[in-house]
């Protein structure tokens, strides 16, 4: 079930969500947008496909609103609609893609951009790290910012089924991107994948960089994303620092 607390005209938007994926690269790169957008709280999606969580505010120490496991913000400057996921997924995502494609085109959103990571052995011959960044996107998209890539210089994802030697959407480590991306695409919705290959460890780089090769398609940063701001709640994400007493 999608509720949203405020009434928002959101044609013409871009919804931008994560997928659980490896080193959760999706869901740290939308914590820098809605913490570096200043984006405002406007619902929430309860979903038996998804644990249950909750917890204190993540973007501000000392509001007493909560975060939950599922939350939707929105930018009216910017006219996107950001949806953060914060628990993994148990259960079957059918019942959760359907609701969301209903979402989309009752609230007449232009495209969706799933945010994601892959492992990174699956790229191991790749070296530096702008590289390892790659696209997927529908043949509306396609047609409509195919250029844009073009000139962007970005490498479109093209993977091949080991058995079958057929060209096949895989993106191992991803999440559920791919299953969305394939579920939009079949109901005409334009949607995209941008995604890194990387590991498990401190992947908040990995997320920087996402978030930067974002913004350089929609643009809502400005023109440069190197001075991120932290979320507080990333004040410990990987822990605390090792003891000088190891030393």
Not at 22 to 45: A, P, T
Not at 222 to 236: D, E, V
Request: proline content about 5%; glycine content about 6%; charged content about 20%.
């Amino acid at each position: 079930m999608i509720k949203l607390t405020q009434d928002i005209d959101l044609e013409n938007y871009t919804l931008i969500l994560p997928s659980v994926a490896v080193g959760n690269v999706g869901q740290l790169s939308v914590d820098l947008l809605i913490s570096n957008l200043n984006l405002s709280k406007i619902g929430q999606i309860f979903s038996a496909s998804f644990v249950p969580v909750v917890g204190a505010n993540a973007y501000h120490e000392h509001s007493s609103e909560l975060s939950t496991a599922i939350d939707i913000y929105a930018g009216t400057k910017e006219h996107v609609v950001v949806i953060q996921i914060r628990s993994p997924y148990v259960g079957g995502l059918a019942g959760f893609f359907n609701e969301l494609a209903q979402f989309v085109a009752e609230r007449k959103i232009a495209k969706v951009i799933i945010l994601a990571s892959s492992h990174d052995y699956a790229k191991r011959e790749v070296q530096p790290q702008h590289l390892k960044l790659r696209y997927v996107a529908s043949p509306g998209i396609q047609s409509q910012t195919g250029k844009l890539f073009d000139d962007l210089n970005w490498i479109p994802h093209k993977s091949e089924d080991v058995i079958s030697g057929e060209e096949r959407l895989q993106i191992p480590g991803g999440g559920f991107a791919r299953s969305l991306f394939n579920f939009l695409s079949d109901a005409n919705v334009p949607c995209a994948i941008l995604f890194k290959f990387c590991s498990e460890g401190d992947n908040i780089e990995d997320a920087k960089a996402l978030v930067c090769y974002l913004n350089q398609w929609i643009c809502v940063l400005g023109t440069s994303c190197s001075n991120l701001k932290y979320p507080p709640s990333w004040k410990h994400l990987f822990g605390k620092p090792p003891s000088v007493d190891i030393y």
